[in-house]
């Protein structure tokens, strides 16, 4: 019997996915002051305010605004490969129908903050003391980061769990 195909049903983890994202964005920029270091964890994990007008790592972020649209029609084009995608997925593939729709969720998440601000919103600083910093990141860029490391397991055990 073949498998069911469509894995549409997984979208709700996307729409969580925006929600958190863009409910912490608003908590962040309600009570975060630009680049004013919040300690969570002493010289380990802060919550700072920090807009990104570029990609990742703030890729492009010094360009004249183009960067914007530029980015945004990325997204738009990743989201609507995303779905198609899981719309032809074998509902059996759960890790890989999460991690879609994981990166599918901070994607739009993301691509909102651009089309509406103009920039993404960070406020996740991790470091260590006040030596060495990785960028501020958000909900969105995390969703994405677990779903692309998911793909990524799911192609090794995948392939083992089809050879065996």
């Not at 019997?1 to 929600?19: F, T």
């Not at 183009?66 to 990325?74: D, G, N, T, V």
């Not at 990785?134 to 089809?162: C, E, H």
């Amino acid at each position: 019997m073949p498998e069911a195909k469509g894995s549409l049903a997984w979208l709700w983890l996307s729409v969580l996915v925006i929600a958190l994202d863009q409910l912490s964005k608003w908590i962040a920029v309600s009570n975060l002051e630009m680049y004013h270091q919040v300690p969570v964890i002493e010289g380990l994990f802060s919550f700072t305010l920090a807009y990104n007008t570029g990609a990742a790592f703030s890729f492009l972020a010094d360009a004249a605004g183009w960067q914007r649209w530029l980015f945004a029609a990325i997204a738009v084009v990743v989201s609507v490969v995303l779905c198609i995608w899981l719309s032809r997925l074998d509902r059996s593939k759960r890790m890989e129908a999460i991690a879609l729709a994981l990166i599918l969720g901070g994607a739009l998440g993301n691509l909102y903050d651009r089309v509406v601000l103009g920039h993404v919103v960070d406020f996740i600083l991790v470091h260590w003391q006040q030596r060495w910093f990785f960028p501020a990141f958000n909900i969105a860029d995390s969703a994405i980061t677990v779903g692309a490391g998911l793909l990524i397991v799911d192609m090794f055990v995948g392939k083992k769990q089809a050879e065996s």
